[in-house]
């Protein structure tokens, strides 16, 4: 007979994670939501154990675990928790076999799941593993994010040695082919994806049941619920509370997430004593990064590929160094920039794109050592390597595309280049060809930590207009819904006597999509309507952006503009089912000029509705979906010309 196990956590997410997890893992799964739903479940025979979270909204853990001994004697309870030690003794006392308190992994999970099942003593103890300080945590990471924008600060956090206290190889996947594609073919230790996306491609199965799965998964994210442990709508699943779009901007937040992923890679016995790294390679690292650092602070991709070559060549003490980048104009990779002789190849030299050698090199993958006997069977590529003088070479890939490569002569030590010296040269290359590609939103980012609040909506700001470039189809929508809502703002004025503060209104018409940076690029570019599952993570936008402004005091209330901007008349609208007059004026304004210019623009699934058409749609919803003084203000500025569609 199979174990059956009954998972009581508010936060759906992760409930029915946990659910998939363990039905495939064979055991017989419940899943309630909150506490009355629980003791519906109690009812009913044959439970065997119990995973229980704290904190629930209609009735506390405690409660619920009272009843469930009540219930179940011999049942095994297992308490979860985002907080300390409070519950702690109450809980055992009341007959918890074990108390699990955030940070974990799935194996710390299943370890005591089986425990307490066996009925052994040890099941109580909470299992989160201590770290060893004194030792480096070496691991593949495969990150499934939303877009590059959540990625950008965990790729700069886990490339540092110092804070990450590890060694990792990193690889990214922001669509769904692309992940199945980097689990068949990197082959990750951790998978690590934002909660949402992990569901949405149904990635449970895929992983468990693939030949050689990664060894764990941790997940986090923004709950669909709103209700995160940490009372400010984030939450996630093993790993305790860590926040995606926080960590942008937030250095503890990057911190914390590093704990858990060195933890769960000592648990997996993938880690290395730090004393075993040798203090040549150290100084490398640490002096390579810290130099590298100043590619961020670089637009000019000329400049940058002349500060690669020179801080490569500089500190790794070579006789020559260059680098090829490619060249859309030219069809090929062009020679840049160089420092020493690089065979007989000059400033300018071009290989192009159908060149055996670039054909065997985004085959590859990967960077090399040049040996002319491992090339005897390809003459054509050793004839290139050796009049380049090449004694290693690093390509750089970004979205799957070579986009160039260093060509490194040799030490002017004469010693052979080491594998780990190989792979930094491939951490900066791949920082590095971020940097190229998406320079301004790097920078952005990288100055944010520094920045005073000012200057922190800047960057905030930037970031909207990052995620409203990016789509051709809503290119402009910010500057054109900020300009007609503030036309409307006037009339309103006028007509009504309404009190506005129009600065809040701009900045909030400005960023009312910000938080669009949490949602996967693949929704948001869908050529078709999304799904009932699609569209509950698309929601999920507005609690984003007002998360984001929450660090700014002066920024709150727009945060709860924003907040509010999809809430509807009648009650129907999200994140929080406001009415009337319970919706901020400014967000019931930011509703309207909003679904005019997404009525009237192009999308991915139709072409843009004619004028009329729109207003009608307006016009019809007056006092259910929209507020009916600000759509008459809206038709009067319309009718003077004040609200004219220009297009992108």
Known sequence: MRNKILIVDDE????????????????????????????????????????????????????????????????????????????????????????????????????????????????????ATLVDNDMLARAKLLFIEPNEITYSPKLAYFRDLKRSKGRYQMAAAFTES????????????????????????????KILNMQDPAKDIILYGFSQDGKGLDEKGYTSFVGGLFDPVAAIVSSEEMDRLGRIVRQTAMEHGLCKSAETVSEQFYSYHKTLLEASKGMVLITDTSKLLYLIVYIVKKYMKLKSACVFYYDENEKGFILRSKRGECGVAQKGYRIGEDHSFIAWLKNMRAGFLYNKNDFANLPDLRCELEKLGCAACVPSFNKEKLIG???????????????????????????????????????ELQRLREKEKESYFQTILALAKTVDE???????????????????????????????????????????????????????????????????????????????????????????????HQEKCDGTGYPDGLKGKDIPIEARIISVVDAYHAMTSDRPYRKALPEEIALNELNSKSGTQFDADIVDAFMKAYKKGKIVKHKI
């Not at 990750?188 to 990635?203: A, G, T």
């Open 178 to 205: 692309e992940t199945l594609e980097k689990l068949e073919e990197f082959k990750p230790d951790i998978v690590l994806s934002d909660i949402s996306v992990f569901r949405l491609y149904k990635l449970s199965d």
């Open 405 to 443: 490569f260093l060509i490194l002569g040799d030490k002017t030590s004469g010693d052979p280049y080491t594998s780990e010296e190989l792979e930094l040269l491939l951490t900066i290359s791949d920082e590095a060809a971020i940097v190229i590609e998406n320079a301004k939103n790097l920078l």
């Open 12 to 127: 759906k997410d992760i409930a029915l994670v946990l659910k998939e997890f363990f039905v495939s893992k064979g055991y017989e799964v419940l899943a309630a939501f909150n506490g009355h739903e629980a003791m519906g479940f109690l009812s009913q025979p044959g439970i065997s154990l119990i995973l229980l979270d704290m904190q629930m909204p209609d009735m506390s853990g405690i409660e619920i675990l009272k009843e469930a001994k009540g219930a179940y004697k011999d049942a095994k309870v297992v308490v979860l928790t985002g907080f300390s030690e409070g519950y702690k003794e109450e809980a055992e006392k009341i007959g918890c076999d074990a108390f699990l308190t955030k940070p974990f992994s799935v194996k710390t999970l299943i370890t005591v799941i089986e425990s307490v099942l066996a009925g052994k003593e040890d099941g109580r103890k909470n299992t």
């Open 470 to 564: 990016k789509d051709a189809y809503t290119r402009g929508h910010l500057e054109e819904v900020t300009k007609y809502g503030m036309l409307v703002a006037e009339e309103l004025m006028d007509s009504v006597k309404t009190k506005i503060d129009m600065e809040e209104l701009r900045i909030a018409l400005l960023l009312h999509d910000i938080g669009k940076i949490g949602v996967p690029d693949a929704l948001l570019h869908k050529p078709s309507g999304l799904t009932p599952e699609e569209f509950e993570i698309m929601k999920q936008h507005t609690e984003i952006g007002a998360r984001i402004l929450e660090p700014i005091e002066k920024l709150r209330k727009v945060g709860k503009i924003i907040r509010h």
